[in-house]
């Protein structure tokens, strides 16, 4: 009875786990992190104001929040996976940033509309689906930065190509 009760007990922390990671990877991208350097690299050529809201779509490891929080910014991420989930959460405690909000959830149904600066390393039919919701909800000013791929239709204000394998498409909404 208890073996029963062990192995369903498993089976369905397994299904929890992977279910939320392959959905993420069928309708976001798979989990892979961009490069540290990134973050400091756009504040090279973009203003980043102290208190500015950033969000991480599809957060990870939440690398890119470390980063904006080193920059004074006020770090928002969204992760579909909960293992992700959590490493991003332990990432951020042990790499002492104190305020974050950090958000099991599907980026595609979050109110962007307080955002100052959106970061996206997602897939091209990602960014495909994301830019509407872009064009009704982020206000004018807002940067988009999307690490790898560009947004089709839209003229990027920069494009790095600093930070290999990669380039840095950056935007500002008008
Ligand atoms: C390529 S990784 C990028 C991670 C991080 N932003 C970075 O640059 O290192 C994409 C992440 O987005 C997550 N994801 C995909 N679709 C999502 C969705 N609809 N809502 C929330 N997270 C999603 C995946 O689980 C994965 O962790």
């Known amino acids: 009875m208890t073996e029963i009760l062990l192995t369903t007990l498993i089976i369905m922390v397994v299904l929890a786990i992977t279910i939320p990671t392959l959905y993420g990877f069928m309708i976001g991208a798979p989990i892979l992190f961009s490069p540290k350097k990134v973050i400091k690299e756009v504040s090279r050529v973009v203003e980043f104001r102290r208190g500015e809201n950033f969000y991480d779509l599809g957060m990870g490891s939440g690398r890119s929040l470390i980063a904006a929080d080193k920059l004074n910014l006020n770090v928002t991420g969204f992760e579909l996976s909960p ?59 807002t ?26 498409y950056i935007y500002v909404m008008e």
């Open 83 to 141: 293992v992700i989930y959590w490493l991003a959460k332990c990432n951020l405690f042990f790499r002492g940033v104190k305020k974050a909000n950090l958000c099991l959830r599907n980026f595609y149904s979050q109110d962007l509309s307080q955002a100052d600066i959106v970061f996206c390393f997602l897939t091209p039919k990602a960014m495909e689906r994301l830019r509407p919701k872009f064009e009704k909800e982020l206000k004018i000013g």
């Open 143 to 168: 940067r988009v930065i999307s690490y790898a791929f560009r947004i089709n239709g839209w003229e990027e204000y920069q494009i790095l190509d600093s930070v290999p394998p990669g380039k840095i």
